[in-house]
């Protein structure tokens, strides 16, 4: 009888241990999965314009941790849209900024500061952009991010997924 009581508490104590390596586990991928260490999501939203009209289009950032550096580059359809200038934001205020628009249709971004910047869901900056005049029909353009890279304070690279934005232009 003894044998049957100590494989039942051994079985019991299994089972409790298996439950719990699996509750560990998905404890530790959901705060890893919200983790800025895995990376974050650059991106643009989808917007709608119309032809000749002036549109601000923010640059997100969804997660981010000690960010101090960054490297853009964008590319847009220059026949459709002129590229006006760009502005920080509160976030990012404290970081310096150059935008390098000599080749149209191509925008080079760099930013920096010496503390990073922490939060979630952040405006690094605000490109604002001119509709051609005179379309007609509808048009989609896309902004795509053709390089990007991001780098902490401590300049350790920060693992970065782009999202391009989409503007449809109506006439």
Do not use: W
Request: glycine residues 8%; charged residues 20%; contains cysteine.
């Amino acid at each position: 009888m003894n044998g049957k009581i100590l494989y039942g508490k051994m079985r019991l104590f299994s089972g409790i241990l298996r439950s719990g390596s699996f509750l560990l586990f998905f404890v530790l991928a959901a705060f890893f999965a919200e983790s800025p260490a895995l990376g974050a999501e650059l991106a643009l939203p989808d917007l709608q314009a119309k032809a000749g009209q002036d549109i601000r289009v923010p640059l997100m950032i969804d997660q981010v941790d000690r960010l101090a550096g960054v490297k853009l580059i964008l590319k847009y359809n220059e026949d459709l849209l002129t590229f006006k200038g760009s502005a920080r934001t509160q976030s990012t205020d404290s970081m310096m900024h150059v935008v390098n628009d000599k080749t149209p249709g191509k925008l080079i971004i760099v930013m920096a500061s010496a503390r990073g910047i922490a939060g979630r869901d952040i405006t690094l900056l605000t490109l604002f952009f001119s509709v051609k005049k005179g379309l007609t029909g509808n048009h989609e353009v896309s902004i795509e991010t053709a390089e990007v890279q991001l780098m902490s304070d401590d300049l350790r690279d920060i693992p970065c997924k782009t999202k391009p934005g989409k503007i449809t232009i109506l006439p």
